[in-house]
């Protein structure tokens, strides 16, 4: 053979061992990397979400903290449902405090769709004087309760009311419903 054609079969040998290295090597290794920086790329988007939603949660950690007074204030506003004792304690103290005379009972409790919270109904008459009528309103309307009142009915007392509760003339007697917001 002459040296030509052994550097042409030479050439063309390592040629094809050229082609056949990169499609049996270099090709499966540049593959296999390729989906690895896939899956790198994936789970470092996911590191990064991870890491901002710590980031949120250290946040919210310290608004909760900054707020949480308030969010006790709210709780208060609220009654128990369960034992509304509370509440009556404070209708009554209110009452006395401002020289009336109460009756509470409870009303039938009425399911209203639109209303943010449940909510309990309290039937309230009080028998006294105007202006310790006004003082009781505004005292119930400065409470830590959430409540809200209805049907509002003032009627003038007559000499058989006064005579059986011991009650003054020119005293009133104020029925309302009042509805009171529960947790």
């Known amino acids: 053979m002459n040296p030509r054609k052994k550097i042409y079969l030479s ?35 996911k590191l990064i979400l991870f890491e901002k939603e710590i980031e949120n949660l250290k946040e919210m ?12 204030k709210i709780d208060k506003l609220f009654i128990n449902p ?11 103290k209110n009452a006395k405090e401002s020289q009336l ?12 769709k639109t209303d943010p919270w449940p909510s309990l109904f309290f039937q309230i008459s009080l028998f006294g004087s105007f202006p310790n009528f006004l003082r009781f ?5 400065n409470s830590s309760y959430l409540v809200e009142i209805s049907n509002l009915n003032l009627k003038k007392l007559t000499e058989e ?23």
């Open 11 to 45: 050439l063309i040998t390592f040629g094809i061992i050229f082609i056949l290295l990169i499609f049996f090597i270099i090709y499966p290794l540049f593959s296999k990397i390729k989906g690895l920086s896939g899956d790198f790329t994936k789970e470092r988007g």
């Open 61 to 72: 950690e310290s608004l909760y903290k900054k707020y949480q007074p308030n969010l006790e």
């Open 82 to 92: 369960e034992f509304p004792i509370e509440f009556i304690a404070f209708l009554e």
């Open 101 to 112: 005379v109460i009756e509470i009972s409870p009303a039938s409790k009425k399911e209203i």
């Open 137 to 141: 309103f505004e005292r119930l309307e």
């Open 161 to 183: 009311e006064i005579q059986s509760k011991t009650l003054a003339r020119g005293d009133i007697n104020a029925s309302f419903l009042i509805k009171a917001y529960t947790k």
